[in-house]
């Protein structure tokens, strides 16, 4: 035991000068735009072989026996709604996964899923709820869906159709938490990425509308709580100032390498909770979505803290996230990381020391930069420092 701290307290030392995870790289931008669909992926996820897809299923189907089930805790939202610290994300998995993965995590105690219409998979999630409600695994009530207002759907009189249709795709009356998922406003109609000779299209209408048109969506009950995503600190204060009803979550990338510290602080003072996404670096989104930057789930530093707890990487990273206050959203699409996620949050709290070292890890980096995807955009949020 001594001696695997003597050799820590070294790596630390002289972890700065040795990191290869210090460098980003460049990449090309993205390709064009997706042909128009009415739902669609503007996140294409990485093939896996029909051999590796059936293993996967066969152990997703076998979680709960092999894993057991976790109570995943909450904390309280600033109008009471109680959410869980841990939700599935549901981005990028593979299609043929996306029904067995998410009734995997419901088995395994997850409550929260986070979904959006531009994952292109809510008919597959909804399958999912649909299945462990009818089964008795979890009730409704039991439940905290997120959804997504995506881009194209700003203006105020697009905003319920929007929702109605995600709630029909996901086969539900009401979601939990409705997001705005990002304060760009793309041009109105079916393509979610609607470019002319390869330039990305804005519309003049402003988030705000958007706003104004969830607030009717929760006075309907269509929504039980309204939150953002991908805001900067005067976009959250602009809707705060605003708004009747006040944003309860802020959902924006953290991990080590992006600790999003004074984000939080200024976003706590106003009552809005961080939660978190990329949580792990985001390993497996297409690259063209990605800046490059190394995960952080590599970083040497995590690889030895985490050996030195007796924790995973990925359990260290969302311990770090829960001890600062935050939930988070991860996705996995295997069993055995499903579990490793469900565990982290009844694990015992990080102490200060190795929250600090984490925290030292901070370069202001982000993965998701939304390169050709709005960063042009008068309301493209990461201008300013936070
Ligand atoms: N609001 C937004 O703009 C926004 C943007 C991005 C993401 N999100 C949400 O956040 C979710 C998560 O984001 P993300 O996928 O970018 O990042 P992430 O959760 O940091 O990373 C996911 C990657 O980590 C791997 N992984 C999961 N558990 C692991 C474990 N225990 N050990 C090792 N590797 C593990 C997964 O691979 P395996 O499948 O092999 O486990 C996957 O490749 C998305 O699905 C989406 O719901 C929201």
């Known amino acids: 035991m001594k001696s695997l701290r003597a050799v820590l307290v070294i790596f630390i030392i002289v972890y700065s000068k040795l990191s290869p995870s210090r460098s980003v790289v460049s990449r090309a931008p993205p390709p064009a735009a997706p042909a128009p669909r009415s739902t669609v992926s503007v996140e294409q996820p990485a093939s896996a072989s029909t051999h590796e897809l059936q293993q996967r299923l066969h152990e997703l189907r076998a979680a709960r026996a092999q894993y057991g089930a976790v109570s995943v805790p909450r904390v309280e939202l600033s109008d009471g709604a109680r959410m869980p610290v841990l939700a599935l994300g549901t981005a990028n998995l593979p299609p043929e996964l996306v029904t067995a993965v998410v009734s995997a995590a419901i088995e395994l105690g997850y409550r929260a899923v986070d979904t959006a219409p531009v994952y292109g998979n809510e008919r597959e999630v909804g399958r999912a709820l649909r299945d462990k409600i009818a089964d008795g695994t979890v009730t409704r009530s039991e439940l905290f869906i997120i959804s997504k207002l995506w881009s194209t759907s700003h203006r105020r009189d697009l905003v319920e159709p929007a929702c109605r249709r995600s709630l029909e795709a996901l086969g539900l009356d009401y979601v939990d938490l409705y ?24 519309s003049e209408h402003d988030y705000l509308e958007a706003w104004f048109g969830i607030e009717g969506l929760v006075k309907k009950g269509l929504v039980r709580s309204a939150g953002l995503s991908n805001f900067n600190s005067v976009q959250v204060e602009r809707v705060v100032e605003k708004g009747r009803i006040k944003p309860v979550i802020n959902q924006v ?51 030895v803290l985490a050996a030195g707890l007796g924790v995973t990487p990925a359990q260290l990273l969302i311990s770090y996230q829960l001890r600062l206050g935050r939930t988070v959203v991860v996705k996995s699409s295997r069993a055995s990381h499903l579990s490793q996620a469900a565990a982290a949050t009844v694990a015992a709290p990080l102490d200060s020391a190795t929250v600090a070292a984490l925290s030292a890890l901070n370069r202001n980096k982000r993965i998701f930069t939304f390169k050709g995807m709005g960063d042009t955009h008068k309301n493209y949020p990461f201008r300013i420092p936070f």
């Open 179 to 202: 997001l705005i998922h990002n304060p760009m406003s793309f041009k109105e109609g079916p393509n979610p990425i609607p470019k002319i000779a390869n330039v990305l299209q804005y």
């Open 253 to 303: 990338e953290c991990h080590p390498y992006l600790s999003q510290l004074r984000l939080e602080e200024f976003c706590a003072a106003r009552r809005v909770r961080l939660s978190c996404f990329g949580v792990l670096g985001s390993k497996g989104t297409p690259g063209d979505y990605t800046s490059g930057l190394a995960p952080a789930i590599d970083d040497p530093l995590v690889t």
